[in-house]
Structure formats: C-alpha cells, structure tokens
T-cell receptor, first 112, second 111 residues
Framework: NAGVTQTPKFQVLKTGQSMTLQCAQD?????MYWYRQDPGMGLRLIYY???????DKGEVPNGYNVSRLNKREFSLRLESAAPSQTSVYFC???????????FGQGTRLTVV | ELKVEQNPLFLSMQEGKNYTIYCNYS?????LYWYRQDPGKSLESLFV?????AVKQEGRLMASLDTKARLSTLHITAAVHDLSATYFC???????????FGKGTHLIIQP
C-alpha cells in the first residue's frame, strides 16, 4: 500500500529553470494538497484540489501552478524557479472536507 | 484568518519527566490533528480530535481538545528518547480546504 508517492525526492535547480513535482495517491481520496515547509514556519498550503478538475489557491500560491491530472495525480510546477522557493515540498491527500491528511515523503528542492 | 500557535517551539527535557505542548487557534473549529515528524521524514498522523472534550491516548502521549477555549494539549508522560521529534498541531476550517499548521514543537528528550 503505497499511500502518497512524490517524485523526485531531491532536486537542485538553477534560478530561472522550471520543473514539475509529481504526486500520486492510491487511497481513492478526493482532495489533494501541496504544502511547503520552511524552518520555523510549519507547513503552508500552496494549492489544493478538492476534486478532479478543480484547483484553488492556498496561503502561498505565487510562483506556482498546479494540475489535477486525474483523481490520483496532482502536480506542482515552478515556471521560473527563484532562491526563495528553496524548501521541502509535501503532497498530501484526504477524503476531503478538512479531514485527516496523509502525506508523501517530501521533495527537497534547492534553487541556486 | 485562522492562526495556530504552538508553545513551546523548542523543548529539551530529560527521560522520565512529564510535559505538555499547547496548541491555541484563533477561530472556531471542531477538528484538530496532531502530527509527528522525524528529521528528514514525512509527517505521521498521531491523533484526530473531532469534538469538544475529545481525549485520545497512545502509549505515553495523550491529546485533548477544548473547542470553547480553542485549545488542544499534547501531554507526554514519563518521556523516553524515542519520542524525540517535531510535533505539529493542525486545525481545519481556515476558509480554504486543507489544514492550517502550527510552527511545530521541536522536542529533544535526553537520557
């Protein structure tokens, strides 16, 4: 039972490069989320998708785009990476309606 | 705007001692979650508290929720080294779907 799977686990980008973080869940959850974690800041919501075909901004959406490809997959794209986007990114899923979230293993991204 | 405050943010304690982590939140919510994170790892769900007065216990950890006071506590009894981790509380109902997290309590338990 894989749960929530993220790829890649580590990535180094140069300023201005683009990349897509992939996330897939096998729990048949309706809702999926992208959070970023920075030292001393807890986790902050970037974007979420309450159901297939819908996406909404969270607390810190600037510089990111998302795609809910199907019920299982939710990707996060950085179009032009900046050093301020150096962070650990977590994908999560839940049945929806503010229920318990299950997290992937995280992607550690460094932008130089 | 929903705000979640944890205290303390850092705690160093000795094995065998008891301590409590506090989680305050700013707006009405009846769902609160506690997570554990080990260094370099993901977040693991510890407790789900769904109503006023809810109390959950797992081993040396006990969590409670007082929705009227907008307060949850995570109590550690007779701490052991294996409980060293960062503990997060998270609250639902911040407008957007998804949880609003506190900044986390970094707990170190020394022999």
């Amino acid at each position: 039972n894989a749960g929530v799977t993220q790829t890649p686990k580590f990535q180094v980008l140069k300023t201005g490069q683009s990349m897509t973080l992939q996330c897939a869940q096998d729990m048949n959850h309706n809702s999926m989320y992208w959070y970023r974690q920075d030292p001393g800041m807890g986790l902050r919501l970037i974007y979420y998708s309450a159901s297939e075909g819908t996406t909404d901004k969270g607390e810190v959406p600037n510089g990111y785009n998302v795609s809910r490809l199907n019920k299982r997959e939710f990707s996060l794209r950085l179009e032009s990476a900046a050093p301020s986007q150096t962070s650990v990114y977590f994908c999560a899923s839940s049945t929806g309606g503010w229920t318990e979230a299950f997290f992937g293993q995280g992607t550690r991204l460094t932008v130089v | 705007e929903l705000k979640v405050e944890q205290n303390p943010l850092f705690l160093s304690m000795q094995e065998g001692k008891n301590y409590t982590i506090y989680c305050n939140y700013s707006t009405t919510s009846d769902r609160l979650y506690w997570y554990r994170q080990d260094p370099g790892k993901s977040l693991e769900s510890l407790f789900v508290l769904l109503s006023n007065g809810a109390v959950k216990q797992e081993g040396r950890l006990m969590a409670s929720l007082d929705t009227k006071a907008r307060l949850s506590t995570l109590h550690i009894t007779a701490a052991v080294h294996d409980l060293s981790a960062t503990y997060f509380c998270a609250v639902s109902g911040g407008g957007a779907d998804g949880l609003t997290f506190g900044k986390g309590t970094h707990l170190i338990i020394q022999p």
